[in-house]
């Protein structure tokens, strides 16, 4: 399902911290918006094109056929610069009516989040930490469970959902770990953050119960 020019949307944003070895760290953007009850997503994850060869011999993902796909966008260079991700986050903001972009504040670049807040005005908040990300978490699952998801079947987003392990600390706050050191969940990362972009922005926030099944 395509979201409409002009619909409402609130947009996750994970970035690649460099890859280093056999890690393959993704840029990944998820924009969701709410279409006839249902949560519409729609993504895009960028590699670096450097090295790209060696990096999926190395990772054990098939980067190449889900570039041939349209599954991932390369980026010329070394790494996804600062200023190609203001570029896709503001393409986002020109295109829909961005509610709220959900980013990380200790991945997100202080100047680029500065110049987009407040220069250009895209409304812009952290969304990463252990509450935010929590109360992600449990609305996301119970979305899920009630079948109020529609994605397109990325096949980065379903490897990086394998990835992906459910922690719960002391005190009940859920947050996704990745299963192993070499494994990447950034897929995973920008969709929760626009899940919580948009339960901290709705009059009425959607029920973590209102499913058939209590998630926790």
């Known amino acids: 399902v395509e979201i409409?020019?002009?619909?409402k949307v609130f947009m996750g944003v994970d970035l690649s911290r460099g890859g280093q070895g056999d890690r393959c760290d993704f840029t990944s953007f998820t924009v969701m918006s709410i279409l006839n009850?249902?949560?519409?997503?729609?993504?895009?994850?960028?590699l670096p094109d450097a090295n790209i060869?060696?990096?999926?011999?190395?990772?054990?993902?098939p980067l190449s056929q889900w570039i041939d796909k349209g599954q991932i966008e390369l980026f010329q260079g070394e790494t996804v610069e600062g200023e190609e991700v203001a570029r896709q986050i503001y393409s986002v903001f020109e295109q829909f009516d961005l509610v709220e972009c959900g980013i990380d504040a200790w991945t997100f670049?202080?100047?680029?989040?500065?110049?987009?807040?407040?220069?250009?005005?895209?409304p812009m908040?952290?969304?990463?930490?252990?509450?935010?990300?929590?109360?992600?978490?449990?609305?996301s699952i119970d979305a899920i469970q009630s079948k109020r998801i529609l994605h397109p079947g990325?096949?980065?987003?379903?490897?990086?959902?394998?990835?992906v392990e459910l922690r719960q600390?002391?005190?009940?706050?859920?947050?996704?770990?990745?299963?192993?050191s070499k494994s990447t969940i950034d897929g995973v990362i920008s969709f929760l953050l626009s899940c919580s972009a948009l339960v901290n922005n709705?009059?009425?926030?959607?029920?973590?119960?209102?499913?058939?099944?209590?998630?926790?």
């Open 4 to 7: 409409p020019d002009g619909a």
């Open 169 to 180: 600390s002391p005190s009940g706050a859920l947050r996704p770990c990745k299963n192993a």
């Open 109 to 122: 670049p202080e100047e680029i989040r500065a110049t987009l807040l407040e220069e250009l005005k895209v």
């Open 154 to 163: 990325c096949e980065v987003m379903r490897a990086h959902l394998k990835n």
């Open 125 to 139: 908040q952290y969304r990463a930490d252990a509450r935010s990300m929590s109360q992600a978490v449990a609305w």
């Open 37 to 46: 009850g249902k949560y519409c997503i729609q993504q895009k994850h960028m």
């Open 202 to 216: 709705q009059t009425e926030r959607p029920s973590m119960y209102s499913a058939d099944d209590i998630v926790i």
């Open 53 to 61: 060869k060696k990096l999926e011999a190395r990772s054990h993902m």
